[in-house]
């Protein structure tokens, strides 16, 4: 029973007049802890915009809290009474709330929990006696020669060291790995033969490589072992029962470790679970046919140690993770950094109208033209279209790559490394890399093909302006993408960004086609120059053309008025046979284009 039922039924037929003080309400009371004076006004706002249909607004989650009662308040009048009767040590206590609050507030960070532990300034307060870091891991943390903690590192951190379980939300490229890779070889401390005793699962074999390698670094001189699933098929000889090697984290994606569970005997055992973190969380819990939820439940169940912390982490949720959480997590604390669902202010983000889908490859080339600043990320939304737009800037001499699900494994390590090394200076990709891949120094991310959703969108261009680097995102849109068009000018505009007004008030997507479109993505005119096939509507309006033409030439004028339709019907058969398909896009790029 919290302040708020004591309080209800304390209250029970009583009424009360308007002159009176109001009793707290229920979000009242969640928005400040315990014991504490009133805390800032929580930043987590929800963003201004709601119609994807796959957000959480942060008003969802202070009422999701509210109802299992995490939280509780003192009333106003309570506290300014208690104010008055201070001694000392309570005086001590009182600044003490008000110097983390101020922390919290200076850092953007919102909490959501009971007795939620202060964050920390610097890594060397975990030194203390009330965090007990180990000393090599302190090392191991120092040597990446990180001036602080970012924001989501000082607050996740106590969090998860204080063995609590976690839902955190901070944007992409703001340091979540270390803020949930340092509590868990803390808390295994050195290397046992038990068994497996850290679980840490991501959506993507290229992401569970990456953490695999930032948990390399930090367990470096504790002893740990950690290990990666590179191979199903070699899995028997590195999990089996006569197996001697024991590994103490294991690093991967969903799919493989439900594949190894469901052999006869399991190949993976994990009773001794003691932590469990997924990474981009909401895209774990994503249900339905291809996504991760079913196996998910499966990996859940058979972590069965009843102590085993459990931590979400991701750069936005859904209304669905955050109730997952409430109903399955004891003692959760929530973190949020900034506003929830948005895009990280360090981007300067673009919208480009290009008329036309062959207007895109115009605009990419004249981009190349302008000359890029490598690395350059491109996304598309399919294997198909990262292929053929593949073939054209190979075409054009430019110093490409594609990554797809198509391609071997081989050749996915390889086209990431020579990304990563600086060997490629454009990489074309599908959805598979837009999530927490951090490539250092991405200078720019192209959205060739329209995001399909805004939380897709937030993940894109949260490639580029990592770590508080600058970074830029454009995004090409045509007139079949304007559904979409409202919601992603409304998170520029959220994130500081310009966007003419007309897009902000588009009409509102309905939350059923939203999720419909996230789903399924539009489909789209091939990306070629070739030549395109004749259509039956095209070869009349070229006969036409062709006639006009001649009867132009039988007149041998050769006044100005002449040649310029001349000039003006070449044109037009270029474009209707697919070579010149700009014109009408140049036109209407400079009266829609933003910023
Ligand atoms: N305290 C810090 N100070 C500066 N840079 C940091 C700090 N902690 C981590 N980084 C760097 O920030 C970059 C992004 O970190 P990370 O990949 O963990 O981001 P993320 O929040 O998980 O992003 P995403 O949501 O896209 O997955 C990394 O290159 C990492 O080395």
């Given at each position: 029973?919290?302040?708020?039922?004591?309080?209800?039924q304390?209250?029970?037929?009583?009424?009360?007049?308007?002159?009176?003080?109001?009793?707290?309400?229920?979000?009242?009371?969640?928005?400040?802890?315990?014991?504490?004076?009133?805390?800032?006004?929580p930043?987590?706002?929800?963003?201004?915009?709601?119609?994807?249909?796959?957000?959480?607004?942060?008003a969802?989650?202070?009422?999701?809290?509210?109802d299992?009662?995490?939280?509780?308040?003192?009333?106003?009048?309570?506290?300014?009474?208690?104010?008055k009767?201070?001694?000392?040590?309570?005086?001590?206590?009182?600044?003490?709330?008000?110097?983390i609050?101020?922390?919290?507030?200076?850092?953007?960070?919102?909490?959501?929990?009971?007795?939620?532990?202060?964050?920390?300034?610097?890594?060397?307060?975990?030194?203390?006696s009330?965090?007990?870091?180990?000393?090599?891991?302190?090392e191991?943390?120092?040597?990446?020669?990180?001036?602080?903690?970012?924001?989501?590192?000082?607050?996740?951190?106590?969090?998860?060291?204080k063995?609590?379980?976690?839902?955190?939300c901070?944007?992409?490229?703001?340091?979540?790995?270390?803020?949930?890779?340092?509590?868990i070889?803390?808390?295994?401390?050195?290397?046992?033969?038990?068994?497996?005793?850290?679980?840490?699962?991501?959506?993507?074999r290229?992401?569970?490589?990456?953490?695999?390698?930032?948990?390399?670094?930090?367990?470096?001189?504790?002893?740990?072992?950690?290990?990666?699933?590179?191979?199903?098929?070699?899995?028997?000889?590195?999990?089996?029962?006569?197996?001697?090697?024991?590994?103490?984290?294991?690093?991967?994606?969903?799919?493989?470790?439900?594949?190894?569970?469901?052999?006869?005997?399991?190949?993976?055992?994990?009773?001794?679970?003691?932590?469990?973190?997924?990474?981009?969380?909401?895209?774990?819990?994503?249900?339905?046919?291809?996504?991760f939820?079913?196996?998910?439940?499966?990996?859940y169940?058979?972590?069965?140690?009843?102590?085993?912390?459990?931590?979400?982490?991701?750069?936005?949720?859904?209304?669905?993770?955050?109730?997952?959480?409430?109903?399955?997590?004891?003692?959760?604390?929530?973190?949020?950094?900034?506003?929830?669902?948005?895009?990280?202010?360090t981007?300067k983000?673009?919208?480009?109208?290009?008329?036309?889908?062959s207007?895109?490859?115009?605009?990419?080339?004249e981009m190349?033209?302008?000359?890029?600043?490598?690395?350059?990320?491109?996304?598309?939304?399919?294997?198909?279209?990262?292929?053929?737009?593949?073939?054209?800037?190979?075409?054009?001499?430019?110093?490409v790559?594609?990554?797809?699900?198509?391609?071997?494994?081989?050749?996915r390590?390889?086209?990431?490394?020579?990304?990563?090394?600086?060997?490629?200076?454009?990489?074309?990709?599908?959805?598979?890399?837009?999530?927490?891949?951090?490539?250092?120094?991405?200078?720019?991310?192209?959205?060739?093909?329209?995001?399909?959703?805004?939380?897709?969108?937030?993940?894109?261009?949260?490639?580029?302006?990592?770590?508080?680097?600058?970074?830029?995102?454009?995004?090409?849109?045509?007139?079949?993408?304007?559904?979409?068009?409202?919601?992603?000018a409304?998170?520029?505009?959220?994130?500081?960004?310009?966007?003419?007004?007309?897009?902000?008030?588009?009409?509102?997507?309905?939350?059923?086609?939203?999720?419909?479109?996230?789903?399924?993505p539009?489909?789209?005119?091939?990306i070629?120059?070739?030549?395109?096939?004749?259509?039956?509507?095209?070869?009349?309006?070229l006969?036409?053309?062709?006639?006009?033409?001649?009867?132009?030439?039988?007149?041998?004028?050769?006044d100005?008025?002449?040649?310029?339709?001349?000039?003006?019907?070449?044109?037009?058969?270029?474009q209707?046979?697919?070579?010149a398909?700009?014109?009408?896009?140049?036109?209407?790029?400079?009266?829609n284009?933003?910023?």
């Amino acid at each position: 029973m919290d302040t708020y039922d004591i309080f209800k039924q304390l209250t029970a037929g009583v009424r009360f007049t308007k002159k009176r003080t109001a009793p707290p309400s229920k979000s009242n009371a969640v928005s400040a802890a315990k014991e504490t004076p009133p805390q800032p006004k929580p930043v987590s706002k929800p963003a201004e915009d709601s119609d994807s249909g796959e957000d959480c607004s942060a008003a969802d989650d202070f009422r999701l809290l509210a109802d299992t009662g995490t939280s509780t308040a003192a009333s106003a009048p309570k506290r300014k009474k208690a104010k008055k009767q201070l001694s000392k040590e309570q005086a001590e206590q009182l600044r003490r709330v008000e110097e983390i609050n101020a922390l919290r507030k200076q850092n953007l960070i919102t909490v959501l929990g009971k007795d939620v532990p202060a964050p920390i300034k610097l890594f060397d307060d975990l030194r203390s006696s009330e965090y007990k870091l180990l000393p090599r891991l302190l090392e191991n943390l120092s040597s990446y020669g990180f001036a602080q903690p970012t924001p989501i590192q000082m607050q996740a951190l106590p969090v998860l060291l204080k063995d609590r379980a976690l839902m955190a939300c901070a944007p992409t490229g703001s340091g979540k790995t270390l803020a949930f890779l340092t509590p868990i070889i803390n808390g295994l401390r050195c290397h046992k033969t038990t068994g497996l005793r850290a679980l840490v699962l991501a959506p993507t074999r290229e992401l569970a490589q990456q953490i695999y390698r930032e948990c390399g670094e930090l367990t470096k001189g504790t002893g740990l072992r950690t290990h990666f699933i590179s191979k199903v098929s070699e899995a028997k000889q590195q999990y089996g029962p006569d197996c001697k090697q024991k590994y103490d984290i294991l690093i991967s994606t969903p799919n493989r470790v439900r594949f190894l569970l469901q052999q006869q005997p399991p190949l993976l055992d994990f009773k001794s679970i003691e932590w469990l973190v997924l990474d981009e969380a909401d895209r774990l819990m994503e249900e339905g046919q291809n996504n991760f939820k079913e196996q998910l439940d499966d990996i859940y169940a058979a972590c069965t140690n009843p102590q085993k912390r459990v931590a979400f982490f991701s750069a936005t949720y859904t209304v669905p993770v955050a109730k997952w959480a409430l109903r399955h997590l004891k003692n959760l604390v929530r973190v949020t950094i900034g506003v929830q669902n948005s895009a990280t202010d360090t981007v300067k983000q673009e919208l480009l109208f290009v008329g036309s889908e062959s207007g895109k490859l115009l605009a990419m080339r004249e981009m190349v033209r302008q000359g890029l600043q490598p690395p350059v990320l491109v996304f598309v939304q399919s294997k198909e279209r990262a292929k053929q737009l593949f073939e054209e800037l190979l075409y054009d001499g430019i110093n490409v790559d594609v990554i797809h699900a198509e391609r071997t494994q081989h050749q996915r390590d390889n086209c990431v490394r020579a990304f990563r090394e600086g060997h490629i200076w454009v990489l074309i990709c599908t959805e598979l890399m837009g999530r927490g891949i951090d490539f250092k120094g991405v200078n720019l991310v192209i959205n060739y093909d329209f995001p399909p959703s805004k939380i897709s969108y937030i993940h894109r261009i949260g490639r580029t302006g990592r770590a508080g680097r600058p970074g830029r995102a454009v995004t090409f849109f045509t007139q079949d993408d304007t559904a979409n068009l409202r919601s992603i000018a409304q998170i520029i505009k959220n994130s500081g960004g310009e966007v003419p007004e007309y897009m902000l008030q588009m009409k509102k997507v309905s939350k059923s086609e939203a999720k419909m479109r996230s789903k399924k993505p539009l489909e789209r005119e091939d990306i070629t120059t070739k030549i395109r096939p004749e259509t039956p509507k095209n070869s009349v309006k070229l006969q036409k053309i062709e006639k006009a033409e001649k009867v132009l030439k039988q007149k041998n004028n050769t006044d100005k008025n002449s040649i310029n339709k001349t000039k003006k019907l070449g044109k037009m058969k270029e474009q209707l046979k697919g070579k010149a398909p700009l014109a009408k896009a140049k036109v209407k790029k400079s009266k829609n284009t933003s910023k």
